[in-house]
């Protein structure tokens, strides 16, 4: 069983920058894919950007130049490096893991862009 808490959200104003980052209760080993999904007032949860074991990585449309995924496997964390943060990127952000079969969700952590 593994959990994930999320945190770095906040308040800020367009084009400013945030990272957000996701701590597992412990080590993540063997095949996997780590990602950050956000969800919007009205809207249907998406995808933002993931992370392979292997180190690949994809990103959203929306956000491809702006956002980066990383992560730290000692650490068992992931990051999403977030610039050039627009309105349209207000939402709750969830990271998500996919191991050995199962999906776990961190509970989400608020971003706001606004000015």
């Known amino acids: 069983q593994v959990q994930l808490v999320e945190s770095g959200g906040g308040l800020v104003q367009p084009g400013g920058s945030l990272r957000l980052s996701c701590a597992a209760s412990?080590?993540?080993?063997?095949?996997?894919?780590m990602g950050w999904y956000r969800q919007a007032p009205g809207k249907q949860r998406e995808l933002v950007a993931y992370?392979?074991?292997?180190?690949?990585?994809n990103y959203a449309d929306s956000v491809q130049g702006r956002f980066t995924i990383s992560s730290d496997n000692a650490k068992g964390t992931v990051y999403l490096q977030m610039s050039s943060l627009k309105s349209e990127d207000t939402a709750v952000y969830y990271c998500?893991?996919?191991?050995?079969?199962?999906?776990?969700w961190g509970q989400g952590t608020q971003v706001t862009v606004s000015s």
């Open positions: 998500n893991l996919e191991l050995r079969g199962v999906a776990y």
């Open positions: 412990g080590i993540i080993f063997g095949v996997y894919v």
């Open positions: 992370i392979s074991s292997g180190g690949s990585t």
